[in-house]
T-cell receptor, first 115, second 115 residues
Framework: AQKVTQAQTEISVVEKEDVTLDCVYE???????LFWYKQPPSGELVFLIR??????QNEISGRYSWNFQKSTSSFNFTITASQVVDSAVYFC????????????FGKGTKLSVKP | ETGVTQTPRHLVMGMTNKKSLKCEQH?????MYWYKQSAKKPLELMFV???????ENNSVPSRFSPECPNSSHLFLHLHTLQPEDSALYLC??????????????FGPGTRLTVL
């Protein structure tokens, strides 16, 4: 069975601090995809990144970076120089090929960035 | 027009009412999804439609009845709901329902309250 664990329920930082959101996943499949979504207070889930299981290169997009390590089954997300607009709930998700698009979500990490 | 739209954004209904949620995607996708997000549980997949055909029903009670008349529109018909059905209902779409190979894009959700 597949599972995604986001152990950090809530994180609070002050603006300009760096923050890392942890994600640990479980699957026996060798081909899978990992995702991060952002859910601001408005409710819409905003897609941030998709990573396949064969690509362990870290990725950087502006202030966002992702560290994928198969050895520890982790896909962590770091925000550098956080801003108030980063305040949201962040979800990590897993999907395996052939699952008819079934995304397995973690419970989410609520990030509060204070000015 | 934004990618995935949902109406209404908020809905309050009694247990004996019948109402419908509507989702429309403007992305040219072929797969559409309904998710339920409640305070006590992680995001739960309810239904998947691929090329208008239902391919997944995640043991959803029959008081929720989906309808997909074409690849751009998805409805969720509600009748005789229970207070525990109060939640945020999210619609998503992807190019195909291929198990992670296609990213799912979400709408803003309908906040449902059942009295």
């Amino acid at each position: 069975a597949q599972k995604v664990t986001q152990a950090q329920t809530e994180i609070s930082v002050v603006e300009k601090e760096d923050v890392t959101l942890d994600c640990v996943y479980e699957t026996r499949d060798t081909t899978y995809y990992l995702f991060w979504y952002k859910q601001p207070p408005s409710g819409e889930l905003v897609f941030l990144i998709r990573r396949n299981s064969f690509d362990e290169q870290n990725e950087i997009s502006g202030r966002y970076s992702w560290n994928f390590q198969k050895s520890t089954s982790s896909f962590n997300f770091t925000i550098t120089a956080s801003q108030v607009v980063d305040s949201a709930v962040y979800f990590c998700a897993l999907s395996v090929v052939g699952s008819q698009g079934n995304l397995i979500f973690g419970k989410g990490t609520k990030l509060s960035v204070k000015p | 027009e934004t990618g995935v739209t949902q109406t209404p954004r908020h809905l309050v209904m009694g247990m004996t009412n019948k109402k419908s949620l509507k989702c429309e995607q403007h992305l040219g996708h072929n797969a559409m999804y309904w998710y339920k997000q409640s305070a006590k549980k992680p995001l739960e997949l309810m239904f998947v439609y691929n090329f208008k055909e239902q391919t997944e029903n995640n043991s959803v009670p029959s008081r929720f009845s989906p309808e997909c008349p074409n690849s751009s529109h998805l409805f969720l018909h509600l009748h005789t709901l229970q207070p525990e059905d109060s939640a945020l209902y999210l619609c998503a779409s992807s190019l195909l329902a291929g198990g992670g190979t296609d990213t799912q894009y979400f709408g803003p959700g309908t906040r449902l309250t059942v009295l």
